[in-house]
């Protein structure tokens, strides 16, 4: 069964595993886009690794600003901005 994550527990440069074939490699170079969630797939024998909810909302990346994730500091910013210009 693939793992499930939310968007700031993904981590690209985690090395995934295949368990039914043993194929490795780097998930932030196989993702597949949807409306929601992107997923990374086993590229021998497709077989789903991750399931990654890509929808963020603002509280969770406060929480991921405050722990120190460089990326989520930079959305955050954004975010701010946008609910400040629409208010």
């Known amino acids: 069964m693939a793992r499930k994550l939310g968007y700031w527990e993904f981590d690209a ?14 998930a932030g170079d196989y993702r597949e886009y949807y409306s929601e969630v992107f997923d990374v797939c086993c590229m021998q024998c ?17 929480e991921a600003a405050a722990a120190g994730n460089q990326e989520a500091i930079e959305m955050l910013a954004k975010m701010e901005a946008q609910i400040a210009d629409a208010e």
């Open 13 to 26: 440069d985690e090395i995934v595993t295949c368990p039914d074939c043993g194929w490795s490699g780097r």
């Open 46 to 62: 497709d077989k789903m690794l991750l399931i990654v909810r890509s929808l963020v909302d603002i509280e969770e990346t406060r």
